[in-house]
Antibody
Framework: QVQLVESGGGVVQPGGSLRLSCAASGFTFSSYGMHWVRQAPGKGLEWVAFIRYDGSNKYYADSVKGRFTISRDNSKNTLYLQMNSLRAEDTAVYYC???????????????WGQGTMVTVSS | AIQLTQSPSSLSASVGDRVTITCRASQGISSALAWYQQKPGKAPKLLIYDASSLESGVPSRFSGSGSGTDFTLTISSLQPEDFATYYCQQFNSYPPFTFGPGTKVDIK
């Protein structure tokens, strides 16, 4: 079945780094744009980053620009989020999500992973 | 960046009630809006895309309408499994792919 499984979350000190992974299965991963979305404890959803199906285009939320890097390995059906210079306000559950359609542009996120918790604390 | 507001922020309703949630965009977004349902401790689930298209497998009691700046999600007859938080999200102008702040639907 179509599935996304995140991993790599944990506890990290402020200023530290962490790399999240999202393993995809059940669909042609290399055909779809992918996103990271986060949710701080008790708060709403915040879009974090997007990468085009072929990795040629990337977008970031202003809150993470310059600190986070999204990437993908289509040969491994895996999405990544490299998070550097982490701050307390980055504490959240991080979800990966798949674009609903292949082309021409995103219109929804139709498949979500179960999420992985990142806690930034000393 | 486009901002989304939702009203109400929370509501209490009974099983069988008709429930309407509103999402308003800070500028026109055509019909580029999606709705999600999220239950505690779970990932969001896509309900509606393109403002009014029902995602496959989603019960027909859910419907969406609107275009431009004003949108609604309607649950025609609230079921016990519908108690959750609902979010809208815009896809007209990005980045960012903005989410609304959410509407929590709980049991009266």
């Amino acid at each position: 079945q179509v599935q996304l499984v995140e991993s790599g979350g944990g506890v990290v000190q402020p200023g530290g780094s962490l790399r999240l992974s999202c393993a995809a299965s059940g669909f042609t991963f290399s055909s779809y744009g992918m996103h990271w979305v986060r949710q701080a404890p008790g708060k709403g959803l915040e879009w974090v980053a997007f990468i085009r199906y072929d990795g040629s285009n990337k977008y970031y939320a202003d809150s993470v620009k310059g600190r986070f890097t999204i990437s993908r390995d289509n040969s491994k059906n895996t999405l990544y989020l490299q998070m550097n210079s982490l701050r307390a306000e980055d504490t959240a559950v991080y979800y990966c999500a798949k674009d609903h359609v292949v082309v021409p542009a995103a219109d929804a996120f139709d498949i979500w992973g179960q999420g992985t918790m990142v806690t930034v604390s000393s | 960046a486009i901002q989304l507001t939702q009203s109400p922020s929370s509501l209490s309703a009974s099983v069988g009630d008709r429930v309407t949630i509103t999402c308003r965009a800070s500028q026109g977004i055509s019909s580029a809006l999606a709705w999600y349902q999220q239950k505690p401790g779970k990932a969001p689930k896509l309900l509606i895309y393109d403002a009014s298209s029902l995602e496959s497998g989603v019960p027909s009691r859910f419907s969406g309408s609107g275009s431009g700046t004003d949108f609604t999600l309607t649950i025609s007859s609230l079921q016990p499994e519908d108690f959750a938080t609902y979010y809208c999200q815009q896809f007209n102008s990005y980045p960012p792919f903005t989410f609304g702040p959410g509407t929590k639907v709980d049991i009266k």
